[in-house]
């Protein structure tokens, strides 16, 4: 079964600094890959997602990420953060199968 | 229009009593899904409906109950309510079963057993 890591379940950055959320996953299939973001008292809402194609994956609110397989990771990256970033983001692996597996989410605090 | 709804946002019980949540998709989606996130926000599906047909049933406790009574509606009902039931319960819908469609999600309920 494919399962997801996310590194760090808290990240703070500065308001225009570079945001990164690293996330790898296993999976024995080629995989698809989503990152979600959820608000305050809200539910999850996609950013982006990887299926096939090109490997750098470009979503909502100027963020991207880009699919390694030698890596296993899809790490999502926004060249300057917003204080409207700060949220919980979830890395999400499926198999196609009907079986999509969330990360345990990463914190996302921006500091002016 | 609401994509995916849930109704009540919040629920406060007491332990031993019955509730049920119910969401409802107007995205004319076959897929839909209940999660379970808890305290430190991990999301753990717990079942997942295609056309009616139950095609994920997580290790669940039996008395957590979905009813799909077509395709655009997914109930969940929980009897004999314990502490450790108390979290947000998400639903969300996709267009298909197959895993590369993206997931919507309602704007959850928080439950809460008392």
């Known amino acids: 079964a494919q399962s997801v890591t996310q590194l760090g379940s808290h990240v703070s950055v500065s308001e225009g600094a570079l945001v990164l959320l690293r996330c790898n996953y296993s999976?024995?299939?080629?995989?698809?890959l989503f990152w979600y973001v959820q608000y305050p008292n809200q539910g999850l809402q996609l950013l982006l997602k990887?299926?096939?194609?090109?490997?750098l994956v470009k979503g909502i609110n100027g963020f991207e990420a880009e699919f390694k397989k030698s890596e296993t990771s899809f790490h999502l990256t926004k060249p300057s953060a917003h204080m409207s970033d700060a949220a919980e983001y979830f890395c999400?692996?499926?198999?196609?199968?009907?079986?999509?597996?969330f990360g345990a989410g990463t914190r996302l605090t921006v500091k002016p | 229009d609401t994509a995916v709804s849930q109704t009540p946002k919040y629920l406060v019980t007491q332990m031993g009593n019955d509730k049920s949540i119910k969401c409802e998709q107007n995205?004319?989606?076959?897929?839909m899904y209940w999660y379970k996130q808890d305290s430190k926000k991990f999301l753990k599906i717990m079942f997942s409906?295609?056309?009616?047909?139950?095609?994920i049933n997580e290790t669940v406790p039996n008395r957590f109950s979905p009813k799909s009574p077509d395709k655009a509606h997914l109930n969940l009902h929980i009897n004999s309510l314990e502490l450790g039931d108390s979290a947000v319960y998400f639903c969300?819908?996709?267009?298909?079963?197959?895993?590369?469609?993206?997931?919507?999600f309602g704007p959850g309920t928080r439950l809460t057993v008392t």
């Open positions: 969300a819908s996709s267009q298909d079963f197959a895993g590369a469609y993206e997931q919507y």
């Open positions: 999976s024995s299939v080629p995989p698809y």
């Open positions: 990887y299926t096939t194609g090109a490997t």
């Open positions: 999400a692996v499926s198999d196609g199968n009907n079986d999509m597996r």
């Open positions: 995205l004319g989606h076959d897929t």
């Open positions: 409906y295609n056309n009616k047909e139950l095609i």
